[in-house]
């Protein structure tokens, strides 16, 4: 409620797509080199810390973990941030902007979405994560604390070791934050949020409409 307004919240849509050609995961992980065992974490964008590079750098990913990165090249700033590709598991995948085939594998082949953003209004990735039935682990930001309240994600503060310990805690408690990401993903079905801004607009209109009969 704002003040005695009620406020209506309609979330962005995500949806899976359907590009894998019916290829397991264990398929998709072997045609982009990532390791066929274990948990795989990806962080996807622009190579900036403002991104996270650099906690992802200096953090000890857990024995289980792998992070999967890949980093399009930063249009709009100098802040580029170079990755490291001898860290233990970590696999720099080099492959500048991703096609949507592409980005739909990798959402298929992995476990959780790594964000360890310095600033977000929002996140396209987390959105598309979840779609495809992946938690997040986040920066504790209004936006990350917002959804993870919901048992989406994990929202800590922005320090490698924190990070670390997200990841252990999500390995122990997967299955938990899966059931409540497939109970959410009817919130963003594009169909039912079509459906839920015709709603409202409806009842915008007839307010409007009983205000002017009154008037």
Known sequence: MIGDQKCNVIFHGAEKQDYTS??????????????????????LGYATAT??????????????????INASKNEYSHEDFPMSDSKKNLINLHRDFLSEKQLCELFSCADAVILPYKVSSGSGIMFDALSYGLPFIATRLGFFVEFASHGLGIAVDRNPKEFSNAMMYLDKNYDKYVDKINEFSMKLNWEQIAKEHAGLYYKVVKRKKEQAVIV
């Open 22 to 43: 019916n290829r397991s995961k264990a398929e998709l992980r072997k045609s982009y080199s990532i390791p066929a065992n274990g948990r795989i974490a990806l962080a």
């Open 51 to 68: 991104k996270g590079w650099d906690v992802i750098e200096k953090m000890e990913i857990p024995d289980g973990w792998t992070i999967v």
